[in-house]
DNA sequence: ACAAATTATTAAAACGTATCAAGCCGCAAA
DNA sequence: TTTGCGGCTTGATACGTTTTAATAATTTGT
C-alpha cells in the first residue's frame, strides 16, 4: 500500500535497481528507451523517493535551515519568503527555526539542524558569539549569514547598509529644511540601531552641523506603542522640526501620537521610517521611509549558500552589501 | 572529523551500539550506571543522532509539513509561529511551503513533502480538491486542515467561525446607529469572504433589515491600495453610514481614501475591518476589528496533528471551531 | 569479420540507526 | 546445588537508496 521502493519499480520496468537510480540522479547515462520504460513505471506505480535513504546513503540532504530571530516582523517574513523562492526552485526543503532572541532557543533549533543533516544554514544571527557557529561548520555544514555583515573571509554574509540608510534618511531631512532633528531608536545593543545612528551623524556632519545636535530617544521596544510613547516624549521636551525613526513601526506610533496632538505632519513635523513595509504606504500619512532589498536578501542568500554547497572548490565566500533606497512619500513632503 | 556514529559512543563506553541506541529512545530500559557512562560518551564526542538513518529504520521521521497560501500575510505568520512553538517542544522540525495561492506550487509542496517522509501535513487548502490530500493520505501521512473547516469526519481541522465574525462586526455597527451599510471584501471565491458576508446579511435579518441592503464592493485584491479603490467607489456612489471590510488591509486603505475627501471616521462614516493584525491598532484612527486567535491556530493545530500521530488507536478526529472577538477602537466610537 | 573501444546495465556493498530474539548474569525459591 | 526468573545487554538484520567495480551489449576501426 504506501510504500512502494526503487526495487519495485526496478521489477516492474524490468531493469535493476541500480538503472532505477540512475534514471533519478543521472538520467544522461541511460538509454533513452529504458528511460522512458522506468519513467513510466515510476509514474503506474505512484513512487516517490525516499529522501532519508537516500541522504544517508549520498551523505547529505537536500534541505537547508533558516534560523530568524523573530518571524512575526515582516523584514524576516519577507526574507523567509525570498529563501522559500530560490530554495523550492532548487528542489530543496526549508526548515523554518525561529529563535525569538533567545539564544538558548537558538542553539536547540541548530541542534535540530544538524540532526536532520541539513546542506547548510541561513542565519540571522541574535548574537555575536562564532564559536557555535565554528562547532556547526565542523560539521561541514555552510552556514551563512544574513543581515549581518560576516566580519571573516571564510563566512559568506548578506547585509543591507544600515549606515547608509540613516545617511540617506537624515540628509533628506535637512535637505527638507530641519533644523532640529530626533532619533527615536530601539536598544542601542541592536547592531542595526547603532548602524542607522551612526549614519544620521554622519549626515548632520556632512552638512557642517554638530553630530552631537542629533536628539536621540531610546526605547526600549520598537513596536508601534514604543513609538507613541515617544512621541509623547517629544512633545513634552519640545518638538524638533524632523523625526527620524529606526523602524517603521515605531514611525508609525510617532505619527499616530503627534496627529493626536495636533501636531500636522509633515507642516510642523517631518517624519522618515526604516524598512518600508507594506503600511508605511498605506497609513493615513503616508510615511517616508528607507527600503530594503528584504525579498532579494533572502534569495541572494540562499544562492550563495547552495553554490558553496554544490561547488566547494571553486565557491568564493562573499561578503555582499546592499545598498538601501529613499523612499519619498506624504510624511516630508512639504 | 565530522562525523561521529552510535558505534563511535558504543565503542568509547564500552557498550554494543544497541544499547546506545536505547538510551537515546528507552532509557529506562538500561541500568543507570551504563546509561550515564554512554551519556558521557555521547557529550565528550559530540555525537548528534543522524535524523536519516533514524527515520529510515524506524520508518517515519520527526518533521511535519506546514503549507500556507501566503507567508508574507501577517495571519499565516502567527499561525506558523504558533505552529513552530509547538513543534520545536516536542522536538520536531518544521518544514515550510508557500503556495502562493497556486495549486501547482502546493502540489510540488506536496511532494516534498512527501520525500521527506514527514510524519504529516499541516495545510490551508487553496482549493476543494480533497483528492490530492487523499492520495498524501494513503501514504499514511496525516493531513490537518489549518483555517479551514474539514467536511469529512475522518479529517482534523482547525477553523474560525467567520460566519460569527461577520455578523458580530455588523451588528455592532447596526447597535451603532448606522442605516446603510457597506460590505469591502475580496474575490467572492474566497471561502473566509463569503463567510464574512453571509454573518453580516444575518446580523442585519436580525435586526428586521433586509439582508439584500447591504452594499456590496467586491475587489479583486485584498490590499490596501485596493481598500482605497474601494473608498474612492464608495465616495462617488455615496457614502455608507458604515462600512464593513473582509480584512484589515483592505479596511487600512478604505480609511485612508476616505480621510483624504476630508470624510471623518468614525462621525461621517463608521468602520470595521477584520484580523485585527497589529497595524489595526496603529493607524491615525485606530480600527475596531474582528480579532482570532491565529497563534493558538497553530498550536491547536499542531498539536492535533501530533496526536493523531503519537496515539493512532485512540486518536479521535476532530473539527476545531474557534469564535472571533470584537474589538473596539476609534473608528466606531462615536 | 575480428579486436578494440565505447556504451548500458547489473550485482553487491555500504550509509547509521532501530528492533527483536537470544544470551548473560545474579539472585530467590525449591 | 539446581532451577527459574527478571533485569540488562548484545548481535544480527533490515530499512531504501547510491555508488563502484565488473559484466554484457553495442558500435567503431581496420
Do not use: W
Amino acid at each position: 500500500m504506501g510504500s512502494v521502493s526503487i526495487k519495485d519499480v526496478a521489477a516492474r520496468a524490468g531493469v535493476s535497481p541500480g538503472t532505477v537510480s540512475n534514471v533519478l540522479n543521472r538520467p544522461e547515462k541511460v538509454a533513452a528507451s529504458t528511460r522512458t520504460r522506468v519513467e513510466r513505471a515510476i509514474s503506474e506505480l505512484g513512487f516517490v523517493r525516499h529522501g532519508s535513504a537516500s541522504s544517508l546513503r549520498a551523505g547529505h540532504s537536500r534541505t537547508i535551515g533558516l534560523s530568524v530571530i523573530d518571524i512575526g516582523n515582516p523584514f524576516f517574513t519577507d526574507v523567509a519568503a525570498g529563501v522559500e523562492d530560490v530554495a523550492s526552485d532548487r528542489g530543496y526543503a526549508v526548515i523554518l527555526g525561529n529563535s525569538s532572541g533567545d539564544r538558548m532557543k537558538e542553539q536547540r533549533n541548530l541542534l535540530v539542524f544538524a540532526e536532520q543533516r541539513v546542506r547548510g544554514v541561513l542565519i540571522t544571527p541574535s548574537d555575536e558569539d562564532q564559536a557555535r557557529l565554528d562547532r556547526i561548520k565542523e560539521r561541514g555544514i555552510n552556514v551563512v549569514f544574513v543581515d549581518h555583515p560576516a566580519t571573516r573571509p571564510d563566512q559568506c554574509s548578506v547585509a543591507v547598509n544600515d549606515v547608509t540608510g540613516g545617511a540617506m534618511a537624515v540628509a533628506h531631512l535637512i535637505e527638507g529644511g530641519a533644523e532640529r532633528v530626533a532619533y527615536v531608536t530601539g536598544p542601542t545593543s541592536i547592531r542595526q540601531c547603532a548602524d542607522r545612528r551612526q549614519g544620521a551623524e554622519r549626515a548632520l556632519a556632512a552638512a557642517g552641523r554638530d553630530p552631537a545636535s542629533l536628539v536621540e530617544v531610546p526605547m526600549t521596544a520598537m513596536t508601534a506603542r514604543a513609538g507613541q510613547q515617544a512621541a509623547e516624549k517629544l512633545l513634552a521636551e519640545g518638538l524638533p522640526d524632523a523625526v527620524f525613526c529606526a523602524n517603521d513601526l515605531l514611525a508609525l506610533g510617532v505619527l499616530r501620537g503627534l496627529m493626536h496632538a495636533g501636531v500636522r505632519v509633515p507642516d510642523d513635523v517631518a517624519l522618515v521610517g526604516y524598512d518600508d513595509i507594506d503600511f508605511a504606504s498605506a497609513s493615513a500619512v503616508t510615511l517616508t521611509s528607507i527600503r530594503q532589498p528584504t525579498h532579494r536578501l533572502g534569495q541572494v542568500a540562499t544562492e550563495l549558500l547552495l553554490d558553496e554547497c554544490d561547488n566547494p572548490g571553486s565557491h568564493a565566500h562573499q561578503q555582499i552589501m546592499f545598498q538601501p533606497e529613499l523612499i519619498v512619500r506624504e510624511s516630508t513632503r512639504n
